[in-house]
């Protein structure tokens, strides 16, 4: 009976649809992290091993907990949106120390992470286009807030009181190498994990610089002022 309705359709010009292939959403995930993550997605130059563990860990604490179970043909655009949503509630981090007056000393989510969260959600969903499981990314029109850029500055006065409460630390016998880092922190503006993996060959002492060669955007110069 069921050659004899292929027959009757193929006849009357119908082409029947094979159903799109089943794979859940933490099974597409784990291909991602795997191979297409390692490269950038426009450029294909390979990405650094932290922005990999980045978009783990976001995938983990924000997509995961919403998506789990869902097969890939199934994520809807309202899918997308409660992702956004969830991610955009501030939470306590699991290892977050509470402050006085000051909540937590590292939280989960927020508007920044949400936008990140989502950017890389793309990615992975995009993947799932190359690989012909769905036909359209549910997420490619997801429109998230831009990254805020902070340009804060420290003044004169606070300059100072940094510089004498280093020294304060110093003469308390504080670990003279985390000082040390804190120091370059502050008179070059690099990110912690800059300083903390510099190496001899990127101090230039006679011409003032720090020539890194390994940063989140490629080689660049620090002056030592």
Request: proline share 5%.
């Amino acid at each position: 009976q069921k050659a004899a309705d292929i027959l009757s359709k193929a006849t009357l010009g119908i082409v029947e649809q094979s159903p799109p292939p089943s794979i859940r959403f933490e099974a597409l995930v784990d291909e991602w992290l795997k191979g297409p993550a390692m490269r950038h997605r426009r450029t294909k130059e390979r990405r650094k091993a932290d922005s990999i563990a980045n978009d783990a860990r976001n995938l983990e604490r924000h997509v995961l907990p919403v998506l789990r179970g869902k097969k890939v043909h199934e994520i809807t655009e309202q899918d997308i949106d409660e992702v956004f949503r969830k991610a955009c509630e501030k939470r306590p981090h699991p290892a977050g120390v509470k402050r006085k007056g000051r909540g937590y000393r590292g939280t989960l989510g927020g508007t920044g992470a949400a936008a990140r969260t989502i950017r890389t959600l793309k990615s992975v969903l995009a993947h799932a286009v190359d690989r012909k499981l769905i036909a359209t990314n549910p997420a490619s029109g997801y429109e998230v807030p831009t990254d805020k850029k902070r340009n804060a500055f420290l003044s004169e006065r606070q300059c100072q009181e940094m510089q004498a409460a280093l020294e304060d630390a110093r003469q308390a016998g504080t670990n003279p190498k985390a000082l040390d880092i804190i120091t370059l922190w502050r008179i070059t503006g690099c990110r912690r994990s800059e300083i903390e993996k510099l190496r001899w060959e990127e101090v230039d002492l006679n011409g003032g610089f720090l020539r890194l060669q390994d940063t989140k955007t490629g080689p660049k110069e620090k002056i030592l002022g």
